[in-house]
């Protein structure tokens, strides 16, 4: 009789071991294993469809493996209770459904549900951490107001607030930028920055690889299901790993600002010839004499 068992990760923090993801008969991710690094900013890139998304949400416990684990500080994220995982990964997912009639307050409110119990009520202490949530994200103005009559950055940010009240040493993101304007997508990215710097584990899926390059302590590159590279994105950045991840070509420069990887895409068609712009006769003549 076979006595198979998984040797799971004593990382602190959150790790896969040969992952099969699918969704139905069809598997997205076979065979992945990764281990986040603690108190990082790890940001997945890789082009549309490649599994970015499909991993993070079985960080999150949305969705269960097929085969492999994944596990929380040594333990198997799918067996642990709702409000263990909850009091310690926070996720802002893509698009989330918005409830109606509900306000930005309330919303962000329901970040403190995993503390919430019959022998522990709301108290001052879940007051602070919604009015905490709001002010990082520049929504405090907006607390009154119904969800479902913001712009789609502001929506963005109420969700990000939510995700911020909950108060986890573990947060994801997939594509947080998502519907913000540049000014908004630097605020985020600036507080996602200060998150990781103050000791929380920040996990993001981003399209932006400027952003990516510029932000990440470390960047997960997949292509097809599978993690072709990752580390720091000062050595992983590279012309040799846009070709072989984006079919990308691109030179790669420092970020005159940062110092970090700053991607300028090479042009590889041909500028259409312009025409020469007609003089009138009567300014010709004019120019001669």
Known sequence: MSHEHTVLSLTPGLAVADLELRYGPRSVIDGLSLTVPHAGFTVIIGPNGCGKSTLLRA?????????????LDGADLARLRTKQVA????????????????????????????????????????DAAVTRALAEVEMTEHAERLVEEL???????????????????????????????????????????RLHAGGRTLVAVLHDL??????????????????????PPESLITPDLLREVFDLEAV??????????????????????????????????????
């Open 151 to 193: 712009s789609g950055g502001q929506r963005q940010r109420a969700w990000l607030a939510m995700a911020l009240a909950q108060e986890t040493p573990i947060l994801l993101l997939d594509e947080p930028t998502t519907y913000l304007d540049i000014s908004h997508q630097v605020d985020v990215l600036d507080l996602c920055s």
């Open 87 to 126: 009091r310690r990964i926070s996720t802002l997912a893509q698009a989330p459904a918005t409830p109606t009639a509900i306000t930005v307050a309330d919303l962000v409110a329901r970040g403190r549900n995993p503390y919430q119990s019959i022998l522990r009520q709301w108290s001052a202490a879940d």
């Open 59 to 71: 960080l999150s416990r949305m969705l269960r493996p097929a085969s492999g684990v994944v596990s």
């Open 210 to 231: 400027n952003l990516a390059a510029r932000y990440a302590t470390h960047i997960v590159a997949m292509r097809a299901g599978e993690i072709v590279a990752q580390g």
């Open 252 to 289: 790669v420069i420092d970020d005159p600002e940062t110092g970090r990887p700053l991607i300028v895409p090479r042009e590889t068609r041909p500028h259409a010839s312009r025409p020469s712009p007609r003089r009138e006769p009567f300014a010709a003549e004019q120019e001669s004499a």
